[in-house]
């Protein structure tokens, strides 16, 4: 769980200092004969392969690091997520791959247990950064997540959690709208916005890690915690809980809520760009999202969804309505959005790991990651600087942003850190065979608990 009660500063001179000897630590852990990484740990060439950050913040968060390593050029190399792990595969074995390269826990994108043997240990490193007690400096849900047997595999810049709701508030205002507290509500909600011809809400239900997303709120609005309970085994799918959750995911698509073809639509980038174009009011995101909120990146991200001459709207996160009743509502679920990891075969291993442990490690890097709000930091006490921060409506979105931010990141409920490749497949399966009709609610709930005893 993360806390923001801490602080402890790193400072430019203190970090810079200490940049040789974190690359030579983290050469001895990772090779384990005791031999130093290749190249300078304050000078060189690297390349960092990720489907996140975006351009924007990916630039913001490299000239940062130049402020204090001038010397160490790093190209960001973006790559889709949907191809990631195929990309990656053969290029961390080669030396013509990334120096460094992006690592998610769980069963996600660029998992953790498939790209541990190409990176090397990150132990010895953020110790000479932060000391021998870093784990309680950083937050557990990143380190737990990112860490495979004893090895540190990557270092977790932030987490991301899911679970709530992000709406156009200029679009509620325009027609008078409230937010949706209830499902019955969320349905009137959505009525009302086709009625007068915008969009209600919209999800990209064919990329199932969303529909998951979608899912494990549900479940958390029915019985907090239940989700992750079932994935390790501890409470069994057959209970009843589990059925109503299927039948509410259900109701979604049969009381409008999910708009017509929904399983036919990608989150990314078919459903995002609806809603970036102003053509729905609502979708399912994270706190990612927070980053729309700010001016530069809420244009650049509806030019790329097709909008010429873009005006840029408020957004503000809600709770994900009481769909159960229950009253178990603002509860969040997430993991490390992502880990830097440094490859085995980098021949600027040195620079690499100056460059992931300022990253991760240090105030200044931390800062940086605060204030593109794409991500919640790692580092105890660090909090983005709301004031320098451009927001689009400052006067509506700040305190709503900060108090989500907290609520978000002090939750160590987990998003997919839990959930192995063959219950994401199972769920996958499901959830979307529930709504094209090729399975039933019991054959989703059996296939999912064959999983589970599977791994026993």
């Known amino acids: 769980m993360m806390h923001y009660s801490r602080n402890f500063p790193m400072t430019r001179r203190s970090f810079g200092g200490l940049a040789a000897a974190i690359a030579i630590a983290a050469g001895i852990g990772a090779c384990g004969g005791g031999q130093e990484q290749q190249g300078s740990a304050t000078a060189g060439d690297i390349t960092w392969w990720g489907w996140t950050p975006d351009a924007a913040n990916a630039a913001k968060i490299i000239e940062a690091f130049n ?12 790559k889709p997520i949907d191809s990631y792990d195929s990309v990656l ?34 132990t010895e ?5 932060l000391g021998d007690d870093w784990k309680s400096r950083l937050a557990s849900i990143g380190v737990d997540g990112l860490t495979v047997g004893d ?12 679970g709530g709701l992000w709406v156009n508030q200029d679009l509620f205002d325009e027609h008078g709208l409230k937010h949706p507290t209830t499902l019955d509500e969320w349905k009137s909600v959505c009525e009302a916005f086709r009625a007068a011809g915008v969009g209600g809400f919209v999800q990209g239900a ?25 994935a390790k085994g501890e409470i069994p799918f057959s209970d009843p809980i589990f059925t109503q959750g299927l039948e509410i995911w259900q109701s979604l698509f049969d009381e409008g809520i999910m708009q017509d ?21 609502m979708i399912m995101m994270g706190s990612w999202y927070t980053q729309y909120a700010v001016k530069d990146a809420m244009v650049a991200a509806m030019e790329a969804a097709g909008v010429s001459n873009p005006e840029p709207f408020t957004i503000l996160p809600i709770d994900f309505p009481d ?17 830097v990891a440094v490859s085995g075969m980098s021949q600027q291993q040195a620079a690499a790991t100056t460059f992931v442990t ?29 004031d320098a921060i451009d927001l689009v409506d400052p006067e509506v979105q700040k305190e709503s942003l900060q108090t989500y931010t907290e609520q978000a990141g002090g939750s160590s409920v987990t998003r997919f850190a839990d959930v192995s490749a063959d219950l994401n497949s199972a769920y996958r399966d499901g959830l979307i065979g529930l709504i094209a009709g090729t399975v039933t609610i019991e054959e989703v709930l059996s296939a999912l608990q064959a999983v589970v005893d599977s791994e026993r």
């Open 151 to 162: 090895k540190l595999v990557g270092l977790s810049p932030g987490a991301v959690y899911s």
């Open 89 to 122: 595969s053969p290029a961390i074995t080669s030396k013509d791959g990334p120096d460094v390269f992006n690592v998610a826990p769980g069963s996600a994108n660029g998992g953790v247990q498939t790209f541990e043997a190409g990176a090397i240990d990150l």
């Open 67 to 78: 402020q204090e390593f001038p010397d160490i050029h790093v190209e960001f190399v973006s």
């Open 323 to 339: 769909v159960a009743g229950t009253g178990n509502i603002g509860g969040y679920f997430g993991d490390a959005d992502y880990g």
């Open 206 to 230: 064919g990329q199932h890690a969303f529909d998951m997303d979608t899912f494990e709120a549900i479940m958390e609005n029915i019985r907090p915690g239940s989700y992750v309970a079932a």
């Open 358 to 386: 300022w990253l991760a490690a240090s105030s200044a890097g931390q800062q940086a990651i605060a204030d593109t709000l794409n991500d919640i930091p790692a580092l105890e006490g660090v909090t983005p600087d709301w």
């Open 125 to 129: 490193a953020v110790t000479a950064a």
């Open 261 to 281: 073809g929904a399983i036919g639509l990608q989150q990314y980038p078919d459903a995002n760009n609806m809603f970036m174009s102003g053509k729905y009011a």
